[in-house]
């Protein structure tokens, strides 16, 4: 998995010459973007969320755009809408920002949940149906979306359908003060966004995506992934578990972890570094557990400690 490794060392360091000292969270885009999975990047304002996705989309030889979601949108804002005209008295479609393939939602929870629905096709089955008439989207086709924290004044929390699409939650967080530095030296003239450019190609990018669907999976492994979202579902702190698409996304953003580290096969530390990533966002907490504080984290992690690690055979040539 050279090919995967390279490609994904040239992308990461293209994007942290924006982002710099989160190296790990460039990494879990790296995973959602091979996996061919959504990713949602959620943190407190001023931290780098929009900069990310940008960086990332300019990496990329693909088309991009941006929605920036705001309270008083509509669906057909996103999706676009069909429009008479009367020199051939016929209705044209006229696309929304959605039909891209990179697209960048930005701040998607100041927008209401209807408006935060019209994602929903497009992100499973990429494909948008617009009075009756359905058009499927260019491959590969990522949301990437941003969030401020729900506690915070003027948003909307995800539907739940919405937010098991997908495939990562990440957050950013502060920079150490010494990375902090950095960030201001580099901008002292112009931003480091500004200066960055396409390092691969979408045949390339399409190619490594096919590549990361032939990582071997033991079976032990895949029943290992299987039962730590099961024990979500039984989990007396959660009313609502992880869904299949769980076990799916820990499984998919496995191989591409294994990629990306150039192995040809996906070892117990792969899974249980990115369980917490992709179906920490997929629980509901109960209401008695709420009141103690208990987060889908915690939970997550609790039952990480619980379930036994399997040891991992490795397929032989």
């Known amino acids: 998995m050279t090919t995967v490794s390279e490609l994904g060392r040239r992308i990461g360091e293209n994007v942290e010459r924006v982002i710099i000292g989160k190296h790990d969270e460039v990494q879990l885009i790296l995973v959602g973007l091979l996996s061919g999975g959504h990713v949602l990047i959620e943190d407190v304002p001023g931290v780098g969320k929009t900069m990310l996705a940008k960086a990332l989309a300019r990496s990329l030889g693909c088309t991009f755009s941006r929605i920036q979601f705001t309270p008083d949108m509509l669906p057909s804002d996103v999706t676009g809408v069909s429009v008479f005209n009367q020199q051939t008295g016929q209705f044209e ?59 915070y004044e003027g948003t909307f929390p995800l539907p739940e359908a919405q937010l098991d699409r997908f495939l990562l939650r990440l957050r950013l967080g502060y920079p150490s003060p010494d990375h902090e530095v950095q960030v201001l030296e580099a901008q002292q003239y112009r931003h480091p966004v500004d200066s960055i450019g396409q390092v691969v190609t979408v045949e ?19 029943a290992y992934i299987v039962e730590l979202v099961a024990s979500t579902r039984s989990h007396n702190d959660v009313y609502l578990g992880a869904s299949p698409r769980g076990s799916l996304a820990l499984y998919r953003s496995s191989q591409a972890l294994a990629a ?28 008695a557990a709420r009141v103690r504080d208990v987060t889908q984290e915690a939970v997550v992690l609790g039952v990480l ?13």
Do not use: C, W
């Open 93 to 151: 479609f006229r696309p929304g920002p959605v039909m891209a393939q990179i697209v960048l939602t930005d701040e998607i929870n100041r927008a209401t949940p209807k408006t935060q629905a019209a994602l929903l096709e497009a992100m499973e089955e990429a494909q948008v149906t617009v009075d009756g008439n359905t058009y499927p989207l260019a491959k590969p086709f990522l949301v990437l979306a941003t969030q401020n924290p729900i506690e």
């Open 204 to 222: 390339e990018l399409q190619a490594a995506q096919e590549a990361v669907r032939g990582i071997y999976v033991d079976a032990d492994l895949k």
């Open 260 to 287: 990306l580290a150039g192995r040809d096969h996906v070892i117990p530390d792969d899974v249980k570094r990115l369980v917490v990533a992709t179906l920490a966002h997929r629980l509901i907490i109960g209401p």
């Open 305 to 317: 400690d619980r379930v036994a690690v399997p040891g991992a055979s490795v397929r032989r040539r």
